[in-house]
């Protein structure tokens, strides 16, 4: 008989043994459990560290018996991923106290409940390294964005002043980096300045938008075009196309920036807060789509899902 079989019939059985002694003897059990189980030993010690260990032994009066259960040896993840063959060594009702541990369904036979308990615990090795690689990803990029800017400050004539953390309802006191006053002209390069005090920029590597940047460089810059030409007025139809080549679109809640041609979805209705009149740097404008709703930012997020036009969505138009 294999140590998965007897081990487990061993720690069911009754013991005829003053309390004290099987209480100590118990415990004894549990505290070799756990050593095996953190030395990283398979076999059914480690099922009990894992799935919990079902001690019954006699309490000394009568037929009363003493039940203690669901002994746990705390583990990481990836050290206690158990195999369908030490799965298979465990009984129904052991996999069903497994699978209610993990809030899976009890039901079906065994070879179900072993087929559930294998996929999630691949699911949860799956998300965690998924996560881990999207950390580090987001780490070098954040990297990479940092020295962009730093060369780009070193290599601009005039010198830019980086903005750092402000006030959530900041914009209507923050001073822009341009002048103010200037006429928006079809053609011009415009930058966007959230209400977090960031600028929009237009990462290579992803298709929407997010609100990071702290200086206005290639990544930040758009060009704002309208069919007539001329200077943008409050309420003008114009398109907006990044340094990648490709236009901005609203597509339902999303902001993005995909194809370069220009459609419906690449019109953007921009406005100033008077409603009329050319827009100029230093104004605060509002972006709505052809669904109606207007770009707003959240934390580095930008998207468009309401058709209000409120602090989520001022944005300070600049050049």
């Given at each position: 008989?294999?140590?998965?079989?007897?081990?487990?019939?061993?720690?069911?059985?009754?013991?005829?043994?003053?309390?004290?002694?099987?209480?100590?003897?118990?415990?004894?059990?549990?505290?070799?459990?756990?050593?095996?189980?953190?030395?990283?030993?398979?076999?059914?010690?480690?099922?009990?560290?894992?799935?919990?260990?079902?001690?019954?032994?006699?309490?000394?009066?009568?037929?009363?018996?003493?039940?203690?259960?669901?002994?746990k040896c705390v583990r990481?993840?990836?050290?206690?991923?158990?195999?369908?063959?030490?799965?298979?060594?465990?009984?129904?009702?052991?996999?069903?106290?497994?699978?209610?541990?993990?809030?899976?369904?009890?039901?079906?036979?065994?070879?179900?409940?072993?087929?559930?308990?294998?996929?999630?615990?691949?699911?949860?090795?799956?998300?965690?390294?998924e996560q881990a690689e999207?950390?580090?990803?987001?780490?070098?990029?954040?990297?990479?964005?940092?020295?962009?800017?730093?060369?780009?400050?070193?290599?601009?004539?005039?010198?830019?002043?980086?903005?750092?953390?402000?006030?959530?309802?900041?914009?209507?006191?923050?001073?822009?980096?341009?002048?103010?006053?200037?006429?928006?002209?079809?053609?011009?390069?415009?930058?966007?300045?959230?209400?977090?005090?960031?600028?929009?920029?237009?990462?290579?590597?992803?298709?929407?938008?997010?609100?990071?940047?702290?200086?206005?460089?290639?990544?930040?810059?758009?060009?704002?075009?309208?069919?007539?030409?001329?200077?943008?007025?409050?309420?003008?139809?114009?398109?907006?196309?990044?340094?990648?080549?490709?236009?901005?679109?609203?597509?339902?809640?999303?902001?993005?920036?995909?194809?370069?041609?220009?459609?419906?979805w690449q019109r953007i209705?921009?406005?100033?807060?008077?409603?009329?009149?050319?827009?100029?740097?230093?104004?605060?404008?509002?972006?709505?789509?052809?669904?109606?709703?207007?770009?707003?930012?959240?934390?580095?997020?930008?998207?468009?899902?309401?058709?209000?036009?409120?602090?989520?969505?001022?944005?300070?138009?600049?050049?």
């Amino acid at each position: 008989m294999s140590g998965h079989a007897v081990v487990p019939q061993m720690l069911r059985r009754p013991f005829a043994r003053p309390a004290a002694a099987a209480i100590k003897f118990a415990k004894a059990l549990a505290l070799v459990a756990s050593v095996v189980c953190l030395a990283g030993l398979s076999g059914a010690v480690s099922h009990a560290a894992k799935y919990g260990a079902c001690f019954v032994f006699a309490r000394g009066r009568g037929d009363e018996l003493l039940l203690l259960r669901n002994y746990k040896c705390v583990r990481s993840s990836a050290a206690m991923a158990a195999t369908e063959g030490e799965l298979n060594a465990l009984k129904l009702v052991e996999l069903k106290d497994i699978c209610r541990s993990k809030s899976l369904p009890v039901s079906g036979n065994k070879a179900d409940l072993v087929a559930r308990i294998l996929e999630e615990d691949s699911g949860q090795d799956a998300d965690e390294e998924e996560q881990a690689e999207e950390a580090a990803e987001e780490e070098d990029e954040e990297e990479e964005e940092e020295e962009e800017e730093v060369e780009t400050a070193a290599k601009s004539s005039t010198p830019v002043k980086a903005r750092r953390s402000a006030p959530s309802d900041y914009i209507e006191s923050t001073e822009i980096s341009g002048p103010p006053g200037k006429p928006i002209i079809s053609g011009d390069t415009i930058y966007f300045l959230a209400r977090t005090g960031k600028y929009l920029e237009y990462p290579e590597h992803r298709e929407d938008p997010r609100a990071r940047a702290e200086i206005k460089g290639p990544r930040q810059a758009l060009i704002i075009q309208k069919s007539a030409g001329g200077a943008i007025q409050s309420g003008d139809t114009v398109t907006l196309r990044c340094h990648l080549g490709v236009y901005l679109d609203f597509v339902g809640t999303a902001v993005r920036g995909r194809y370069t041609e220009v459609g419906d979805w690449q019109r953007i209705r921009i406005t100033n807060e008077k409603g009329e009149g050319p827009i100029r740097t230093g104004d605060i404008v509002f972006l709505r789509g052809h669904q109606d709703n207007v770009l707003d930012v959240e934390k580095e997020n930008v998207k468009c899902r309401w058709p209000d036009e409120g602090k989520w969505q001022r944005l300070a138009i600049e050049k």
